[in-house]
């Protein structure tokens, strides 16, 4: 095995509206999201396929500094042996549990230098999202929040120890489920988001308190306005980030640059203004485009012209970011084929190279650090 590379100076905090290190330089997450283990088989995909190491080095080698890590709770509460068939190419983690090839890829992400952040993706284990797949709020009857702010706190003592687990994004997407639309405050313990963050932050920041709390806002992550009043307020300083996302499908009929970048400031820019009280780092923790042609990247109309329009705003205020997907190949779950090509990813399918040149490459140049505190 090649020597490790070394980890960025650890812990991470944050400053007004940048992420710094421990000597306090910039670290801006150019990161990249890696599916599977919240889904049906329980483990990241691609392990049947390339040997986690070599998928690892890939990341790094491509220019991401991080990946973000989905995981579910009926992943962490269940925890199975899972099937050989979905590690086939890591022969070392056959009879391992689902933790434990959690571990192992955690890992080797570390021997990588990546730093990692756990994202509670989903309650049951399932490909997401939807208005009906039951999981947008933080919780479901199968797992109540009892449940999560439990998981979250076992996930976190499990990588109390592994310094390259950097942040806990603390549920994805949260919307509509089972005639319950979730909103950002108002007290009612079924539906206010904003205090269940703060709940779930503290309890993750009562295990350790060095590790970023990351906060999607709501409507898919694409609303983050409900902070411009009612910012979150943790009981560890210098820990909050805001996550959103947005993909082209949230912009219909999106005709200029400016139409997108005036949503945007609206929806959640405005968070990186310095001095205010709702001032804070915002992670893009999802965006995204096909690979299968070159009118998915740039193009003068359609989902390349949103893609380059949120490249665009990404680079004008130097911001955060984690791209969907990593997967060369899907997971298995609900409308999903396990190993079919993942048309969003920037891996080909044999989990060795990108997928796209064009892509890969409209993604490198946005990860370079432009501004500084």
């Known amino acids: 095995m090649d020597e490790p590379v070394p980890l960025p100076a650890l812990p991470l905090r944050t400053s007004g509206r940048w992420i710094l290190d421990a000597n306090g330089q910039r670290f801006k997450l150019a990161s990249v999201s890696w599916y599977g283990a919240e889904e049906m ?16 080095k890939q990341v790094r080698t491509m220019g991401f500094n991080s990946v973000r890590l989905p995981w579910s709770n009926e992943m962490f509460e269940l925890n199975p042996v899972v099937s050989d068939g979905v590690i086939a190419a890591n022969p070392d983690l056959e009879g391992r549990r689902a933790l434990e090839v959690f571990d192992a890829v955690i890992e080797a992400l570390a021997h990588e230098g990546l730093v990692v952040i756990l994202d509670n993706h989903v309650s049951d284990a399932d490909w997401c999202c939807s208005d009906t797949d039951g999981n947008g709020l933080w919780y479901t009857n199968g797992y109540p929040e009892a449940s999560w702010l439990a998981d979250w706190r076992g996930m976190v003592t499990r990588y109390r120890n592994q310094p390259a687990v950097v942040a806990a994004e603390l549920r994805n997407e949260p919307r509509p489920a089972n005639g319950v639309t979730p909103v950002w405050g108002g007290g009612d313990p079924a539906t206010d988001w904003h205090a269940a963050a703060e709940r779930g932050g503290n309890a993750v920041l009562g295990v350790d308190p060095d590790l970023l709390i990351v906060v999607q806002g709501l409507n898919y992550g694409a609303d983050l306005s409900g902070p411009y009043t009612l910012p979150i307020q943790l009981a560890v300083e210098n820990r909050l980030v805001y996550a959103a996302h947005d993909y082209a499908w949230f912009h219909n009929g999106l005709a200029s640059y400016q139409d997108l970048k005036a949503t945007l400031g609206d929806a959640w820019g405005y968070l990186l203004v310095q001095n205010q009280p709702y001032t804070a780092p915002v992670w893009v923790s999802e965006f995204g485009t096909c690979h299968t042609s070159a009118t998915c990247v740039t193009d003068t109309t359609g989902q390349g012209f949103w893609f380059s329009s949120i490249r665009q705003y990404l680079i004008e205020a130097d911001i955060d970011w984690a791209y969907w997907a990593l997967n060369g190949t899907q997971a298995r779950g609900t409308g999903r084929t ?22 890969h490459g409209a993604l490198e140049a946005i990860i370079p650090v432009t501004q500084e505190p």
């Open 41 to 56: 088989d329980y483990v990241p995909a691609g392990l049947e396929r390339a040997h986690r190491s070599a998928i690892a």
């Open 338 to 359: 396990f190993g079919a090509e993942e048309t969003y990813g920037v891996l080909d399918t044999s989990w060795s190279a990108p997928a796209s040149a064009a892509l």
